[in-house]
């Protein structure tokens, strides 16, 4: 957490349901004379005693915005949200067409808002945009250097050229996303990359550009990584300069049930 927090329960407001000591992840409400209280401050404030108390006795204080009030939950379209996945392509070909800053913003809060492990919300981003290239161009150095070993061990590896725009492919922009949890940082970029798309973006995965990123101090740097922070992925936006026809096979799943 970057900020201090403390739960606050509201004696006045709270009636006594118990709603929010058993839906606590960390055992951290008891309910005594119909009145609930909060055991410690140490816990990991994952805010559901905030979110499941009918009567708003509940709140956390040093957050920049308020809870919002929940009148109908979200509910995606099962069968519209497959065929995205299923129609999805990782974009190589961008239009030189800008994104409006909102719409970056909108996609990092699709990042903000996903769940992390022991709610830790380690996750940040930065947005390359103006002057893309002169974070692309130290990548490209690092990546002429490896190459020729490279070859030597991968097929694929002595068909590549690794051209001035290997890692952005012209793309408008890219947002790197950074964590010291993988996981953390892989579900949020998941969940940029949904609504990048559903904004009408293309996107490509560059775990390319992060693996330079991770092995060369300059490049971390230029990004200002802290130790032990790690570029997990990135992602590079833009409207897509190709229109694919068709979906793509894939293998069956292997699904395992006992």
Known sequence: MKKEHRIQIDAERCIGCGLCRKDCP??????????????????????HCVA???????????????PEEIDKPAVLEPRE???????????RQFTKRQIAPEILAQVVEAGRLTPTGGNAQDVSFIILEDGIERFEKPAVRLFRRLLPLMKLVN?????????????????PAAIVVVSRNQI?????????????????????????????????????GMLGLKRGEQAVTTLVLGY???????????????VRRF
């Not at 940029?192 to 996107?203: D, K, Q, S």
């Open 81 to 91: 949200l497959l065929a995205a996945l299923k129609t999805r392509r990782s974009i």
């Open 52 to 66: 499941v108390c009918p009567k708003a006795a509940v709140s956390m204080t040093g957050f920049d915005e308020p």
């Open 155 to 171: 097929p694929v590896a002595r068909r590549t050229e690794i051209d001035d725009h290997f890692f952005f492919k012209k793309a």
């Open 184 to 220: 953390n940082g892989a579900l949020a970029a998941a969940n940029m990359a949904l609504l990048a798309e559903a904004f009408g973006l293309g996107v490509l995965y560059s775990g390319f550009f992060s693996m330079a990123v991770n092995r060369s101090r300059a490049l971390r």
């Open 240 to 254: 897509s300069g190709v229109q694919y026809h068709r979906t793509v096979q894939k293998e069956a799943a292997v």
């Open 26 to 47: 960390a055992g951290n409400i008891l309910v005594e004379n119909r009145k609930a209280r909060v055991v410690a401050q140490d816990c990991i404030l994952c805010g």
